[in-house]
């Protein structure tokens, strides 16, 4: 679970967004959508904590796996200066991915970064068959990334000032196309912020959708030995890294 | 040469002086895939406590500069589903198994030693009677007389030798050690988290346990003033990422080590580490740890 892998790519889509490509050995177990990697940015003293990253593509016959990040802090900033041929050791392909089957009418609802692991889910979808929905929301035009990469005819975009697609919040927008939605979709798949999460939660269950929500979080350990990573579901606290990162929207003890 | 790292812990060979810590491994089992078993001496679990606790809310871990702030809380399923569900795997190591307990109430490590007595394949009890993150006012490691009391009435239901593990944050380690002594600890543990408070955004606290890095030169001072004043094995714990760090703790009276913040980062560090320590001993031409008795007293 453990590798060194070497960086084959680490490209700025803008200021803030890269994608990093990371070369994987054929015994990198396929990752599955809404699984993460771990990674370890630098050495101690000054990074003390792996990065978990979803997984935002998997191409077996080129055995590469990509991460789409933003940068957000120090960790993400040290990550973006990586150079193609250096080696990065991470952990993975980690947590628990997203559910579905050949009857799911899916709508995939991502939030600035947290269109990551939809990506990937949208992709594996389509291999079985299945043309998802897609409603992405970003801050502003310029962070519109890979809006080529999906179907237009079912693709939603909205910024939160307008310069591109709806303007609104991505949960907003939601609302405002429900009723095109009613009787197309049966299943949510959300990444993004919790109260995002949690609003798209709402929505889903007033419309009896069934709703997978994945949550982004800092974790220690990332393989569910600290249990620093945690959400508290009906059931108490479960590890995002273990348990999740992905949950029934349901099961979750929203505050 | 062949290095021999094994060392000799209260009547029983360790096949190196690392310890895993109690909260980085566990209940073992999520972390044994990633281990060489010949590269660590012991293995702590999580602390056990008497009932379930579900722990502190989120966030429960952040990264300072330097340093990771924790506040877990003693999350852990409780003694009853510990000995039913995770014991027989724990048992089946190889390593050297160290239970760690935890009371609420001083009552309750007695409690928790009896309804594990019957385990024999248990090596070792750990009190922690340091936790940063309960809502107790003090830490029954700030009173030395509290100390004496918890271990004196658990060693005497406890067919286990007793470790004590100890805050940093005190007036004199010195006259907690020696309470800890009276009380018949068969070894000390230095040290705990430290208890701290950071703002990670905007107006949001967290008051946790620090350790890491900064932890090191904290536990050396005190493990050095505390072996002044006692011949129990110590365990020296804090800041430990590399075999080198193993070194100075030798030096300043330990005889073992643990390793905690560094199996977040890289849970396979003991066999990176164990590798560092033995070829530091190789190049300055020893075959073995015994080149530190003087230091440890033993």
Partial sequence: MEWNLTITGNTPLNPSHFLLELQVPSSFPPPRPGQFVHIRIGEPPCFLLRRPFSIFSFQSKKRRIEVFYRIVGRGTKALSQKKKEEKINLLGPLGTPFNWDTGTVPLLVGGGRGIAPLHFLYQEMKKTGIEPYVLFGFKNAEDTVFRERFSPEKFLLSTEDGSAGEKGKVTDVLKKHIPYFQGKIN????????EMLQEIHLIAKKEKFACEVSFEQFMGCG???????????????????REGPVFNADEIAWE | MGINLSVNFLGKKLTTPVILASGVSGYSDELIPFLDPNSVGAITTKTITLQPREGNPPP????????????????NMGVAAFIKEKLASLLKLPMKKIVSIGGAKEEEFPLL???LSEFRGIDFLELNLSCPNLKKQKLFAQEPETCLKIIKNTKRVSPFPLIAKLSPQVTDIKEVALACEEGGADALNLINSLPVLCYYAA????????????????????IEETRK????????????YAGKDIIDYFLAGANCVSLGSVL???????ARIAKELKEILASSGYDSLSCFSSSTGL
């Fill in chain 2, 60 to 75: 429960r871990i952040i990264e300072v500069p330097g340093g990771i702030i924790n506040s877990i809380g003693l999350a």
């Fill in chain 1, 187 to 194: 299943k949510i798949f959300s990444c993004g912020a919790k």
């Fill in chain 2, 203 to 222: 107006g949001k606290k967290l008051r946790g346990g620090l350790s890491g890095p900064p932890l090191k030169p904290l536990s050396l001072r005190l």
């Fill in chain 2, 229 to 240: 004043v006692t011949s129990l094995p110590l365990i020296g714990t804090g800041g430990i």
């Fill in chain 2, 113 to 115: 030693a009896r309804m």
């Fill in chain 1, 223 to 241: 393989i569910g030995i600290c249990q620093g990573c945690v959400v508290k579901t009906k059931q108490g606290y479960k590890r995002i890294c």
């Fill in chain 2, 264 to 270: 977040l980062l890289e849970p396979s560090a003991p």
